[in-house]
């Protein structure tokens, strides 16, 4: 069965290690196996969730765009749009959002995070983020969606209201998405806390490692990553309690392809001063090439939204959806909808 693979990122600043590790390396390994359909999308429509400003959501729309572009995403296999230019989504996040209950929204974990203590102040559109992304994967009848661990219960979400839909409207019309979660990196922390996920809006910019980062800029953020007084871990066991570094051997397995056991048997017992600048090198060499690429990219935005032009051309005029036939006044409405 072919597989129809969607997924996205939002604008919301340059893309960093965890986007990386945890969605694009997979996206590109899903484009390149068999004959998957894959739609990859910038969700910019997410991004305005969040005080934003115009001309910075224009400049990382782009920036996006480049970095999938710059990591492997073949524009001639795979389709690459901006959320924004399909109406679609929009459309049908309402026909979802009349089934989404409140219950099941108030429990996101990402909602809770996101809106912070003041919940009473957090906008709707930030409340109601994951009916519009269950709307992104369902617009397009996506079988696997591609995430980081962090998104699995939105993903939940969207396979919860496939189903509701299909059996309030008594059609199989919905296919119940799988969550894709795949490799190594599927949690990277931030580099500044190991219980916390590394993020690309997180107030201070030594918490991640960027696709943008130079060489230098990437070896000082990892020279002053929390660590704690103990050597490198030689066996899992040793992970107990030190969430820094778990995180620090994982990236460096992630980025290697080394297993861990390679990675105790190389580092075990040595302090954190001799392990550092080896995972320094390790993701400078991996991430670099894709930097130098995206930097090239960004000389000519005006091609960048050429492309992004012609992926939400193609999704408006062949998603494979109830919104395009008009099919779904027929199930909302019925029959004797003439007006
Ligand atoms: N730290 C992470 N480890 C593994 N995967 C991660 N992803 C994000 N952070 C990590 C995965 O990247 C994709 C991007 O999702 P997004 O841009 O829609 O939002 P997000 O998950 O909220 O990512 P950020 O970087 O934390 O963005 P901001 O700061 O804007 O909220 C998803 O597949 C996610 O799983």
Redesign the pocket.
Same mark, same amino acid.
Request: glycine content about 14%; cysteine-free; charged content about 20%.
């Given at each position: 069965m072919t597989k129809r693979i969607f997924?996205?990122?939002?604008p +919301?600043?340059q893309?960093?290690?965890?986007?990386y590790?945890? =969605?694009?390396k997979n996206w590109v390994s899903l484009q390149n196996e068999g004959d998957n359909e894959c739609i990859f999308c910038v !969700?910019d429509l997410? =991004?305005i969730t969040?005080t934003y400003d115009k001309e910075g959501l224009t400049q990382a729309t782009r920036e996006v765009a480049a970095a999938y572009i710059a990591a492997g995403i073949d524009t001639d296999k795979s389709t690459l749009f901006a959320q924004s230019s399909v109406p679609g989504h929009s459309q049908l996040m309402w026909l979802l959002a009349t089934m989404a209950q409140m219950g099941k929204l108030s429990r996101m974990t990402?909602f809770k995070d996101?809106a912070g203590k003041n919940t009473e102040k957090a906008g709707l559109g930030l409340y109601s983020y994951p009916v519009l992304m269950a709307a992104d994967i369902l617009l397009y009848n996506a079988t696997h969606v591609?995430?980081?661990?962090?998104?699995k219960q939105h993903l939940e979400l969207a396979r919860d209201l496939a189903a509701t839909f299909n059996t309030r409207y008594d059609i199989e019309h919905f296919i119940q998405p799988e969550p894709y979660i795949m490799g190594a990196? +599927?949690? !990277?922390?931030s580099l500044r806390d190991g219980t916390q996920?590394?993020?690309?809006? =997180?107030e201070s910019d030594m918490t991640r490692i960027n696709l943008t980062d130079d060489a230098d800029t990437i070896a000082k953020k990892i020279k002053k990553a929390k660590t704690d007084a103990e050597p490198v871990p030689s066996s899992e066991g040793d992970f107990e309690n030190r969430p820094e570094a778990k995180n620090l051997m994982t990236i460096y397995s992630a980025l290697s392809g080394e297993d861990m056991n390679a990675l105790f048997s190389q580092f075990g017992g040595k302090t954190f001063g001799e392990f550092k600048p080896a995972l320094a090198d390790v993701a400078v060499s991996h991430l670099e090439p894709i930097t130098t690429r995206m930097n090239q990219l960004m000389e000519d935005p005006q091609e960048i939204d050429k492309i992004l032009i012609k992926g939400g051309e193609k999704c408006n005029a062949t998603r494979t959806t109830i919104l395009t036939k008009k099919q779904w006044i027929l199930w909302v409405f019925g029959k004797g909808k003439t007006c």
């Open positions: 997924s996205g990122m939002q +919301t600043n893309l960093q290690l965890g986007n590790l945890g =969605a694009l !969700v997410h =991004a969040k990402q996101k591609p995430v980081g661990e962090d998104q990196g +599927t949690r !990277v922390m996920k590394m993020s690309k809006s =997180a």
